[in-house]
C-alpha cells in the first residue's frame, strides 16, 4: 500500500482500528490541548516496519517536523535500552558529565555483561549514546534534569536487562561523582529495564522538549585470547541515519544473541522465580488438570481433551490468564457471560445461546470457551460436543455487517435477568480500575474509570473539538454534548473515590496496622485525596473528558444508527416488527428516533381506547369514503411503520383544497414523530442525474419512514432518475453539513401533497410502475358554505379536530402497528388507484396521444409512415397541442419504439398499412 505520508500511514494504523492486536507505538500528546499535539496508539507489524521508518525518517529528518513517538519494547527480548535520568539543585546550568564518564560507564557495563555472557570473537555489536543538546531547567519544580539514552545491540529479554541493571546500580558509584539530587536507584529507569516503559523513538521528544541527539558510537569486539573487550569509537558523523535507522530502534532484531555464563543462568533462574512465587500455588493446581496431553507443542489447549468440568475450569482459566492487564473487560464480559439465566443455556435456547455466542466473538475470539461454559450449564451438555462447536465458532458465527451483537448485549442481559450479580461484577471492576488511577493519577486512568461506570450508557461518535456524544435513556440514544457525563465526574465518580478515601482513612484507626503499612496507607490517601481534587477542577475535569471521548468512541455508530428497518420506538419501548412485540429497547438497537408518544396497544376492550378508535375509524371514512380507496389507504399508512419499503411505491395524494390531504399528513406525523421528515421539492424537481452528492437534505432521510415531499407549483417536472433512486431502496450516498460522506439505505415511503400534479418527461415502465395517485374525493365545508367541486363526498368541518388529533395519535399508531403485524407491510393494489394512477400515464404520455390523435391503421399494404414522416408529423402536433412552455419534446427514438410496438417492425419503408389522419377527414368529422 502506498502512503502519502507518516500522517496518513499513522491514521490507517491507528490502534482503534486493529481490534485484539497488541499496539507497538504511541505518540505523547500534550496536556495542554490548545497546543494541538494529541496523543495516540498504533499497531505496525514488524513486515511495514521498513516503511514506518523510511515515512518516519523523511517527516523527521528531511522536513524537519516535530514527532513525540515512541515505541513499545519487545515482549521477549531486544537491544539492552537504559535510560539514565539525573536531577540536580536548580542553581545547575551546565551538564556535570563528560566524555569520559560516558566512557567509564560503557566500560562497566561490557565488565558486568562478561559475568552473565559467554561472549565470541567472531561476534561483535554496536553501542550507541544519545543525549539532550543542553540541560532542562524546571523553575516551577526548582530542579535542574540531564540525562542518558543507551543502546547496546545484543539480544536480552526484561529479566536479565533488570539483573544487570541491579549490578551497575551496585558499582556505578564508584566511577562516577556527579552531584546528584536523586538516588541511583532513580537514576536508572525501573520501567525501561522491565520492558514496560516505551522508548523515545530516535528523533522524536516529549512535547515542548529538545530532542535526543546520538553523541557515541562504539564498535564492540571481543579477544579470545586474553577474554578482553576492544573498543573502537566511531565518528557519529559517518553514521548513516537512513540506512541504519533500524539499528538504534528499541524494535530492532537484527541482534546477537549470547549464551548465559553459569553465574548468568543461577541469577535470571532465582529472579525469575520470584515473579512466580506468588502464583506458584495456583499454577500448580491447574498443572495437576491441565497434564501434556491436553496441550500441544505451541501450548494451546486440545479442544478434543476436555472431558470434564474442571478439565474445562481449568481451560477456561488459563484463558483468563493469557490475558493482559488491560484486556481486563475481556475477563469482565467472561463473568456476565457466566451470570446469564436457563433461557440462554437449557433446551429450548437455541436462538438466545447463538446470539451469545455472536455477541463474543465479535467482542474477542478468544471467548470461545466463555460460550462453552455456559452452555456447560445444561442439564444434557456433553463435553464430546466441544470440538464441534467450535467448528461451528468457526464456520457460522460470522459478525453481521449492521447491528452487530457486541458485548454491549450481554452486559445488557446480565443487567436485565441477574441484577444482583451483575452489580458485583460490575462494582469490582470498577474498583480495579479505581485501583490502577489511584497508582498512576493520571487523566487516562480516571477516563477508564468513568468508561466502566457508563460504558453502557455512553458512547463518542465524532473527536472533533469536545466530541459528539449520545447517551442512552428511554429506550434509545439521545445526543449529548457530554455535559451530563462531565457533571458526573464531579459527582457519581467524585461519590466513588471519597467513599474509597473512607475506607482508606479507617486503616488507619486499625491498631494492628504496622509502621510499614501506614506508611503505605499514607501514600495512598495522599494520592487520593489528588484525584478528589482533580474531579472538581474545571482544567482537569476537561482533560478527563478529553481522554473519555477516545475511549468511548465507536467507529461503528453511526455507521448503525437507526439501520434496524424492524425497529420502531416509542416514548415507553421498542416495537419489534420482525417478531410482532412490542419490548424494552436495548442500546445494541442503535436507534436515534422516536415517534416522540406512548405505544398504545389497540385493544378494543378498553373502552377508552374503543371510542378513540371509533372516532378515528369515522374520521378516515369521511377522507377516504370508497371501500377500496379505504383499505388501500390504511394499508399504505401503515406500511410506513417498516422501514424495508417493500412496495417501493411514490404516493401523491392528489385533490383540491378542503379535503382533507394536508390534515392526514399531519396526523401521520403526529403519530411517527421523528419518522417523519419532509423532502425539498428541489430535490426532485432540480436536473441531475443522482443524489451522491447531495448533503444536508438527504442524510437527515437516514431512518426515516414517511417523507413527504413540500408540494410543487404548476408544471414543475419530476426527476424521475432521482424519484427512482430514493424509492427503489439501493444504497444512498450522502454528506451531511461537514461530515464525512456516508452510505445508508432508504427506509421511507416517498409521499407528496399537492392540487398540481407533476409534468412526466419519461414514460418508461420504470417510472410508472412506482406511481400511485391516491384521489382524496372528500370535500369539507364549513356549515353553510358554498362549493364547486364535483364530488358527491361532502362533509361538514369539525372545528375541533386540530385540538383531538394529538389526543388520538397513540391510538391511531397502535392501530397501524396492529394491521402491520397482519400485513406484513404489504399493500395490495386497488382498481380505484391504479385507474387514477393508468390516466395520469396517459395524460403524460404525449407519444401514445399523437399515435391515438394522428394515426389510424389501414388494410392498404400501399399506405407506409417513414421515420422522417413521423417524426415530422410528431413535431407539429407537439407544438400545436402539447408544446406550450418549456416542455421537452421527447427523443425521436422513443417515439420510433412506441410506434413500432403499436403497429410492427418498421421495415425500410416504414411502417405499413398506416397513414396519418387527414385535415379533411377531420373537417368532415367535424361537420
Not at 429506550?475 to 457519581?492: Q, Y
Not at 421527447?890 to 411502417?911: A, H, L
Request: hydrophobic share 35%; aromatic share 12%.
Amino acid at each position: 500500500m502506498n502512503y502519502k505520508s507518516l500522517t496518513d500511514f499513522l491514521i490507517q494504523h491507528n490502534a482503534s482500528n486493529f481490534k485484539d492486536k497488541v499496539v507497538t507505538h504511541t505518540r505523547i500528546g500534550d496536556k495542554d490541548k490548545t497546543k494541538k499535539i494529541y496523543g495516540g496508539s498504533y499497531v505496525i507489524e514488524e513486515e511495514e516496519l521498513p516503511v514506518f521508518q523510511e515515512l518516519y525518517y523523511d517527516h523527521v529528518f528531511v522536513k524537519k517536523n516535530k514527532e513525540h513517538l515512541t515505541e513499545v519494547q519487545l515482549k521477549n527480548g531486544g537491544p539492552i535500552c537504559v535510560d539514565f535520568d539525573f536531577r540536580y539543585t536548580y542553581d545547575v546550568t551546565e551538564r556535570q558529565h563528560n566524555s569520559d564518564h560516558i566512557q567509564d560507564m560503557v566500560l562497566l557495563y561490557l565488565d558486568e555483561l562478561k559475568e552473565l555472557y559467554d561472549f565470541e570473537a567472531s561476534r561483535t555489536f554496536d553501542v550507541f549514546i544519545f543525549e539532550k543538546p543542553n540541560v532542562n531547567r524546571l523553575e516551577d519544580k526548582q530542579i535542574t534534569k540531564d540525562g542518558i539514552h543507551m543502546l547496546i545491540n545484543i539480544k536480552m529479554d526484561h529479566i536479565m536487562q533488570q539483573i544487570l541493571r541491579d549490578k551497575i546500580i551496585k558499582e556505578i558509584e564508584q566511577i562516577w561523582d556527579l552531584p546528584l539530587t536523586n538516588e541511583w536507584a532513580s537514576v536508572f529507569d525501573e520501567g525501561i529495564s522491565k520492558g514496560t516503559t516505551n522508548w523515545q523513538l530516535f528523533g522524536s521528544c516529549k512535547p515542548h522538549n529538545e530532542t535526543y541527539l546520538m553523541t557515541g558510537h562504539y564498535h564492540i569486539g571481543y579477544d579470545n585470547d586474553d577474554g578482553e573487550f576492544t573498543m573502537e569509537e566511531l565518528n557519529v558523523n559517518d553514521f548513516d541515519f537512513k540506512a541504519n535507522f533500524k539499528n538504534i530502534c528499541a524494535q530492532n532484531t537484527n541482534l546477537h544473541e549470547y549464551n548465559m555464563t553459569k553465574l548468568g543462568e543461577e541469577k535470571y533462574e532465582d529472579l525469575k522465580s520470584t515473579f512466580t512465587s506468588k502464583s506458584k500455588s495456583k499454577t500448580r493446581v491447574k498443572r495437576l488438570v491441565l497434564e501434556s496431553d491436553m496441550i500441544d507443542n505451541d501450548g494451546n489447549i486440545l479442544l478434543e481433551s476436555i472431558k470434564t468440568k474442571p478439565q474445562l475450569e481449568a481451560a477456561v482459566n488459563k484463558m483468563l490468564e493469557s490475558l493482559t492487564s488491560t484486556e481486563y473487560e475481556i475477563r469482565e464480559l467472561h463473568g456476565f457471560t457466566q451470570i446469564l439465566p436457563e433461557m440462554f443455556y437449557e433446551s429450548g435456547s437455541h436462538a438466545d445461546n447463538r446470539k451469545v455466542a455472536f455477541a463474543l466473538k465479535y467482542t474477542d475470539e478468544r471467548l470461545f470457551l466463555s460460550w462453552v461454559m455456559l452452555r456447560s450449564k445444561a442439564s444434557d451438555f456433553d463435553y464430546d460436543s466441544i470440538p464441534g462447536l467450535y467448528c461451528d465458532w468457526v464456520k457460522y458465527f460470522k459478525c453481521r455487517k449492521s447491528n452487530p451483537l457486541t458485548n454491549r448485549s450481554i452486559i445488557y442481559w446480565a443487567k436485565k435477568y441477574n441484577p444482583e450479580e451483575y452489580e458485583k461484577i460490575k462494582k469490582n471492576t470498577i474498583e480495579h480500575f479505581m485501583d490502577e488511577a489511584v497508582e498512576t493519577e493520571t487523566e487516562y486512568d480516571l477516563a477508564q474509570v468513568l468508561k466502566q461506570i457508563y460504558k453502557d450508557k455512553y458512547v463518542c461518535v465524532s473527536l472533533e473539538k469536545k466530541g459528539t456524544w449520545y447517551v442512552y435513556k428511554n429506550h434509545r440514544w439521545v445526543l449529548d454534548k457530554g455535559l451530563s457525563l462531565r457533571n458526573r465526574i464531579s459527582t457519581i465518580m467524585y461519590d466513588l473515590f471519597v467513599l474509597k478515601l473512607e475506607n482508606f482513612l479507617k486503616q488507619f484507626n486499625n491498631k494492628d496496622i504496622t509502621d510499614e503499612n501506614n506508611k503505605f496507607l499514607g501514600e495512598k490517601s495522599k494520592r487520593m485525596y489528588s484525584i478528589k481534587a482533580k474531579l472538581k477542577k474545571t482544567n482537569d475535569k476537561n482533560n478527563i473528558m478529553r481522554e473519555a471521548a477516545e475511549l468511548f468512541y465507536d467507529d461503528q455508530f453511526v455507521k448503525n444508527m437507526d439501520q434496524n428497518k424492524n425497529l420502531m420506538c416509542f416514548n415507553n419501548g421498542v416495537v419489534d416488527f420482525e417478531n410482532k412485540v412490542f419490548r424494552d429497547g436495548i442500546p445494541e438497537d442503535y436507534i436515534t428516533k422516536c415517534t416522540k408518544i406512548d405505544y398504545v396497544e389497540y385493544d378494543t376492550s378498553n373502552e377508552m381506547i374503543f371510542e378513540i378508535g371509533k372516532a378515528i375509524i369515522s374520521f378516515m371514512d369521511k377522507i377516504f369514503p370508497i371501500p377500496e380507496l379505504n383499505r388501500y389507504m390504511w394499508d399504505h399508512f401503515s406500511s410506513v411503520l417498516i422501514g424495508s419499503n417493500k412496495n417501493q411505491t411514490f404516493n401523491i395524494y392528489h385533490g383540491s383544497g378542503s379535503n382533507g390531504k394536508s390534515i392526514m399528513a399531519d396526523f401521520m406525523s403526529m403519530a411517527l414523530g421523528e419518522y417523519k421528515g419532509t423532502v425539498p421539492i428541489t430535490l426532485v424537481t432540480e436536473r441531475r442525474g443522482n443524489i451522491g452528492g447531495t448533503s444536508d437534505e438527504v442524510i437527515k432521510l437516514k431512518g426515516v419512514r414517511y417523507a413527504v415531499m413540500q408540494e410543487p407549483s404548476k408544471g414543475v417536472k419530476l426527476n424521475e432518475g432521482v424519484m427512482k433512486e430514493l424509492t427503489g431502496g439501493d444504497p444512498i450516498q450522502a454528506r451531511g453539513l461537514y461530515c464525512e460522506s456516508e452510505v445508508f439505505e432508504p427506509q421511507f415511503s416517498l409521499v407528496v401533497c399537492t392540487n398540481n400534479l407533476f409534468e412526466m418527461n419519461s414514460n418508461d415502465d420504470g417510472t410508472w410502475r412506482r406511481i400511485r395517485k391516491c384521489d382524496f374525493v372528500s370535500k369539507f365545508i364549513s356549515d353553510g358554505e358554498a362549493h364547486t367541486d364535483d364530488t358527491e363526498y361532502v362533509f361538514e368541518k369539525d372545528k375541533d379536530l386540530k385540538e383531538k388529533l394529538p389526543n388520538w395519535a397513540p391510538v391511531f399508531a397502535g392501530m397501524l402497528v396492529k394491521r402491520t403485524f397482519e400485513t406484513n407491510g404489504i399493500v395490495e393494489d386497488c382498481d380505484i388507484v391504479m385507474e387514477a394512477s393508468n390516466k395520469y400515464r396517459e395524460k403524460q404520455d404525449h407519444i401514445n396521444a399523437f399515435i391515438s390523435d394522428k394515426i389510424i391503421p389501414t388494410n392498404n399494404s400501399n399506405d407506409r409512415i417513414t421515420k422522417k414522416d413521423l417524426i415530422r408529423e410528431f413535431k407539429l402536433w407537439f407544438s400545436d397541442e402539447q408544446g406550450s412552455g418549456d416542455r421537452k419534446m421527447p427523443k425521436g427514438q422513443e417515439i420510433n419504439d412506441v410506434m413500432s410496438k403499436k403497429y410492427g417492425f418498421c421495415g425500410p419503408k416504414g411502417w405499413g398499412k398506416v397513414q396519418f389522419v387527414c385535415e379533411e377527414d377531420d373537417e368532415y368529422e367535424e361537420e
